[in-house]
């Protein structure tokens, strides 16, 4: 059975209520409720002074109604005793300076002080709850960010990190080109993360900045580290997790969650759908991308549940169907429990107007009325937890590649993101089920490996892709690939793709940063012309046939998109950013090519997507825009309304 939650935060309600919200999150048909995780003032309001009783109690209430908690660790959220009594435990900002503890997630997780203080915290809860069989899993602190903090302690954490990588400033002075603007260093201590107050990438060392990027990146995952070791010290049999989301600073997640026994994801897609048919809104791609972290199904810890406003001004109200549909889109793409964001709209605080289920009211509403629709929906599908999805075509996806574009932009508008989605998209419009892989994942069992963007090639993942294609598989390759070192530096006299020259079948001869304001139009060797922008190779085949040209400026005629026969399989080169036809057109052949089964002549904005299993086997339909669709689908036509989602069974019925 697909599990229902709830966020709820007893510490910020009178006890009064508890008991009258445990009966009715229970009558409603929750069965998980996740606690705790900011409420550690309320553990500790002095230093060494445990309380725990209130937890206890709250605790009891909901299990007497039925319900097993997610129990947090509050360490996101330090009481203020500790900033004012070891303010060491404060993050120092870009420009040096301590932060000033005014909402949340300033403590730096490197420093002794605080983890001194938060393995304490942790160790007491999880004495006190091991085994405990209310206690339905852990989750580790909060929507945790890569580690950017510049206190003393991580600025020697990164002199560390490098000598163990580099070994000798030569070596570092070498990797990184430090010849340039007199930067090589000739001591140790010379070396400082990015500072200033007039932080800006764009004129910063590249290669500086990723190694800076992957020390902040695996100091995050060396906390949940300590955290997973310090709860499996009382309780070796508990299940742990932390709530992921896409942050400014986004961490490795992929390091983040290998200690962790399931991956978890905070879901908030748009409120307002844009009407731009060219938007990037789906929240399709995070999904498939959060089921990646651990490569199995999910949990949403925070779904969408009223309409948001906190860091931004109010959303409009929910639409119809939204709270419905956007939970069964994440259900689509493998989540196995939905905990919505939150029971009740705060009353106090920052959050007071990010909308949980019910207002402030108190009063049942129609979000209300529309989740028990859908709790009530999924009761007729009780072993759909039994099914997963099963991919042909894999997305291969790095934190190295996003650091390097967030380091050294390519063009006005060019985002790694925007092709891994673009392609994404494209899979779905098709009905694909798609998997988004890490780099050094196995291709075993795929037909076609999608390798967007991939700035910085290194010769083991380009020695994969060769004999993927040699087998018989099918790889897309796009502009911006090849470009760098895994130190991210140019490469010197290879020309672009660089190492993915041989399988790709044909060289840039220059490219064209276009912008995202400019636009080019490409025609395919079809006839048909689609819209372009950001970005252009130029490319000269060789081996390759052209699949489309430029149909403009001072390269009209040359070839924009290739194919090339590799072995028993082939390599397609996409040397522009198109319109979301053109990847659904390509992808479209290319899978007919691979014998990838696919529906094609899906509305725009129609998802399909597939779990199967011992559970059965379950398509799900679903209409992302506010347009009424109808589908023609193997014989039947189906009548979408707006948001909505709908099932097919194995007996063939859609419901």
């Known amino acids: 059975m697909i599990q229902i939650g709830m966020d709820y935060y007893p510490e910020q309600w009178d006890p009064s209520l508890w008991e009258e919200d445990a009966a009715r999150m229970a009558a409603l048909g929750v069965k998980v409720v996740r606690i705790a995780e900011f409420a550690w003032s309320r553990m500790e309001p002095r230093e ?19 319900m097993r908690v997610i129990l947090g660790t509050p360490t996101n959220c330090p009481p203020l005793w500790m900033y004012q009594h070891y303010p060491e435990t404060l993050q120092q900002d870009r420009t040096g300076q301590r932060v000033f503890p005014g909402i949340r997630g300033h403590r730096c997780m490197m420093s002794p002080k605080f983890r001194f203080y938060a393995r304490r915290v942790v160790g007491e809860m999880a004495r006190r709850y091991a085994g405990r069989p209310e206690i339905f899993a852990w989750q580790i602190d909060n929507e945790l960010e890569s580690n950017h903090c510049t206190c003393p302690t991580c600025r020697a954490g990164f002199r560390d990190f490098l000598r163990q990588k580099y070994h000798t400033l030569d070596r570092l002075n070498d990797a990184w080109g430090n010849v340039v603007w007199s930067g090589e260093y000739s001591g140790w201590e010379q070396i400082q993360p990015p500072l200033g107050p007039d932080y800006e990438t764009d004129w910063m ?32 049999e508990a299940r742990i997790t932390t709530n992921s989301c896409f942050p400014a600073h986004l961490p490795d997640f992929y390091q983040e969650f290998a200690p962790l026994d399931v991956a978890a994801y905070d879901n908030y897609p748009v409120g307002a759908l844009p009407r731009d048919p060219e938007a990037l809104y789906s929240n399709g791609f995070a999904l498939d991308f959060v089921r990646s972290f651990k490569q199995k199904n999910f949990w949403v810890l925070e779904q969408l549940a009223g309409p948001t406003g906190c860091w931004a001004p109010m959303n409009p109200a929910m639409e119809p169907g939204m709270l419905e549909g956007y939970a069964l889109q994440a259900v689509a793409h493998g989540a196995d429990l939905l905990s919505f964001f939150r029971w009740r709209t705060a009353a106090t605080g920052a959050e007071m107007f990010c909308h949980g289920l019910l207002d402030h009211d108190n009063q049942p509403n129609r979000r209300y009325w529309e989740l028990e629709q859908l709790i009530r929906r999924l009761e007729r599908y009780p072993r759909l937890d039994e099914t997963a999805l099963h991919s042909e075509v894999a997305l291969l996806y790095a934190p190295d590649q996003e650091f390097a574009f967030q380091n050294k932009r390519q063009s006005p508008g060019f985002a790694y993101w925007t092709q891994l989605r673009l392609l994404h998209e494209g899979c779905m419009n098709l009905g694909v089920n798609v998997d988004v892989l890490p780099e050094t994942a196995s291709l075993e069992g795929y037909r076609v490996a999608l390798v967007p963007t991939w700035l910085m090639a290194r010769e083991e993942l380009v020695h994969r892709l060769e004999d993927f294609a040699r087998r018989g598989g099918t790889v897309l390759l796009t502009n911006r690939s ?9 490469l010197l006299g290879q020309p672009l793709p660089g190492p993915f020259r041989a399988l790709a079948g044909c060289r840039v001869t220059e490219y064209d940063p276009i912008g995202a304001e400019r636009t080019q139009q490409l025609r395919s060797a079809s006839g048909q012309t689609y819209a372009i922008h950001t970005w252009c190779d130029l490319l000269e085949p060789e081996g390759a046939e052209v699949w489309a040209a430029y149909a403009g400026r001072y390269y009209a005629g040359t070839a924009a998109i290739t194919r090339h026969r590799f072995g028993g399989g ?12 053109l990847y659904r057109d390509l992808l479209a052949c290319l899978f007919r090519e691979a014998g990838v089964d696919m529906v094609p002549g899906l509305p725009p904005g129609v998802e399909l997507t597939c779990r199967s299993g011992p559970g059965g086997r379950y398509r799900f339909l679903f209409n992302n825009t506010m347009d009424r669709q109808t589908v023609h689908l193997e014989g039947t036509e189906l009548e979408l309304a707006p948001l909505e989602v709908r099932v097919q069974t194995e007996k063939g019925e859609w419901q």
Do not use: M, S
């Open 205 to 236: 060392n590249p290669a500086w900045l990723q190694d800076y990027e992957r020390y902040a990146a695996a100091g995050t995952a060396d906390y949940v580290r300590a955290q997973c070791g310090w709860i499996r010290q009382e309780d070796p």
């Open 48 to 66: 060494g002074e445990f309380h725990f009783e209130w937890l206890d109690e709250a605790i009891r209430v909901l299990a007497g109604h039925g």
């Open 482 to 490: 090849g470009v760098k070192d895994e130190h991210n530096n140019c």
């Open 570 to 581: 082939q390599c397609y080169y996409v040397g522009t950013v198109g319109e979301k036809a």
